[in-house]
């Protein structure tokens, strides 16, 4: 659903960045903060949608220091966490439609194979 990739080369990128950073002896200072924060927004990329979601706040922050000492990582990450709020605007919508359906079948607006049908409808378009 959302393109890790860009998690994946933001994380990449700061590590590389921040071993060379450690090459010298004042580098050590933000060298080893960007091989940490590299690291985890690569290990981000290989979590689902729905985990890195409740990682958002950590993205953020590491992009914006990542925006002071490896702007294209910084850049990356940004771009990857505004794109987290299309994730999730989508999986409200889906719920909001499945509880309305609900709502509907309860109210005997609908019979049980029209619900079932578009109760999967709604399930199938989810994925």
């Not at 299309?86 to 499945?98: A, C, G, S, T």
Request: hydrophobic share 45%; aromatic share 12%.
């Amino acid at each position: 659903m959302s393109d890790k990739a860009l998690l994946k080369a933001a994380g990449i990128i700061a590590i590389v960045l921040g071993v060379l950073s450690c090459l010298i002896i004042i580098g050590l200072i933000w060298g080893i903060p960007m091989i940490i924060g590299g690291y985890k927004l690569y290990d981000y990329s290989n979590l689902e949608d729905e985990e890195i979601i409740n990682h958002k706040g950590t993205i953020l922050c590491w992009s914006i220091f990542f925006i002071f000492f490896s702007l294209i990582s910084g850049i990356l990450g940004l771009i990857y966490y505004f794109g987290l709020n299309n994730i999730q605007k989508n999986k409200l919508n889906y719920l909001d439609e499945l509880e309305r359906l609900k709502k509907l079948y309860d109210e005997k607006a609908l019979t049980k194979k029209e619900y079932e049908a578009k109760k999967k409808e709604i399930l199938e378009t989810k994925n």
